[in-house]
């Protein structure tokens, strides 16, 4: 059964930084490309990082900079380094499984862990 | 401001059908995949579409997707009160080089 796990969400001052986990297993993580998703409160879906096969990993605009997704094959976890927090920046934020490589299709999701960035 | 648009809310009885539109660009909906997401509160997204008008194991064929040009479609018949949930579209953008998704529609089965 796919599984993924995250933690490390909390509470955080603005320009605070925040590293979270994502523990994966019921899969060959090494073979499968993965993302994080975040929602706001009373906000949509917004995608945030995501890793393919090779290594490559893409950012979406507004965290480019001050975040940094990572993976760590003997662990079969993925990380989400996160830097100069602000407010917006608070979100429950879920690790996906990409379907098939392309990061077109996330068919697994995790529960999510909440991010809240405040003083 | 969502890359994709999609409209906020639709609604429809238990038993009839019911489309949600997604609008994108050449850069998205146009030259990718498009997939849909079935988001309750408190819960997991889960895919209910994936390459357009494909379904994962264990979705029924009550839901269905559509790309044509730009746009995609999602269509859900025999609608039942366990359907009320967001849904999303999303899919890959190359001007961005990133993810992007709908703004999520809210669906209420009346």
């Known amino acids: 059964e796919v599984q993924l796990l995250e933690s490390g969400g909390g509470l955080v001052q603005p320009g605070g930084s925040l590293r979270l986990s994502c523990a994966a297993s019921?899969?060959?993580?090494?073979?499968?490309?993965m993302a994080w998703v975040r929602q706001a409160p009373g906000r949509g879906l917004e995608w945030v990082s995501g890793v393919i096969s090779s290594g490559t990993t893409y950012y979406a605009a507004s965290v480019k900079g001050r975040f940094t997704l990572s993976r760590d094959h003997s662990k079969s976890t993925l990380y989400l380094e996160m830097n100069s927090l602000r407010a917006d920046d608070t979100a429950v934020y879920y690790c996906a499984r990409d379907l098939d490589g392309d990061l077109e299709s996330l068919d697994f999701w995790g529960q999510g862990t909440l991010v809240t960035v405040s003083s | 401001q969502s890359v994709l648009t999609q409209p906020p809310s639709v609604s429809a009885a238990p038993g009839q059908k019911v489309t949600i539109s997604c609008s994108g660009s050449r850069s998205n909906i146009g030259n990718n995949f498009v997939s849909w997401y079935q988001h309750l509160p408190g819960t997991a997204p889960k895919l209910l579409i994936y390459?357009?008008?494909k379904r994962p194991s264990g979705i029924p064929d009550r839901f269905s997707g559509s790309r044509s040009g730009t746009s995609a479609t999602l269509g859900i018949t025999g609608l039942q009160a366990g359907d009320e949930a967001e849904y999303y579209c999303?899919?890959?953008?190359?001007?961005?080089?990133?993810?992007?998704f709908g703004g999520g529609t809210k669906l209420t089965v009346l």
């Open positions: 019921g899969f060959t993580f090494n073979n499968y490309a």
């Open positions: 390459d357009n008008n």
């Open positions: 999303g899919t890959w953008d190359r001007s961005l080089s990133a993810g992007v």
